[in-house]
């Protein structure tokens, strides 16, 4: 059984940083993609940043670009997203998962507010 735990959401204003992390438990993803998603009020869940697991090749939403950095560690299963200069349109939860993403995975996302 795959469990995917987000956490380090919280409000913040607008231009500052928050890092989130992704824990992976219950099934070894050494041989994945992973990546983060998001959702904001009334709007479908989009893709935000992804790595490979193996040489850490690092894909970005054109949003985020030059702001948000994913990160892993292998060792621990782990998976981080460092977003800088936040801006209230980065509002939503957000989740991580494969990528392409696995129906089966999706955890309770952490809650990201930015204030302008």
């Known amino acids: 059984q795959v469990q995917l735990v987000e956490s380090g959401g919280g409000l913040v204003q607008a231009g500052g940083s928050l890092r989130l992390s992704c824990a992976a438990s219950?099934?070894?993803?050494?041989?994945?993609?992973m990546g983060w998603f998001r959702q904001a009020p009334g709007k479908e869940r989009e893709f935000v940043a992804s790595?490979?697991?193996?040489?850490?090749?690092?894909r970005y939403a054109d949003s985020v670009k030059g702001r948000f950095t994913i990160s892993r560690d292998n060792a621990k299963n782990m998976v981080y997203l460092q977003m800088n200069s936040l801006k209230p349109e980065d509002t939503a939860v957000y989740y991580c998962n494969r990528n392409p993403p696995n129906d089966d995975y999706w955890g309770q996302g952490t809650q990201v507010t930015v204030s302008s």
């Open positions: 790595i490979t697991w193996n040489i850490g090749f690092t």
């Open positions: 219950g099934r070894t993803f050494s041989v994945n993609t």
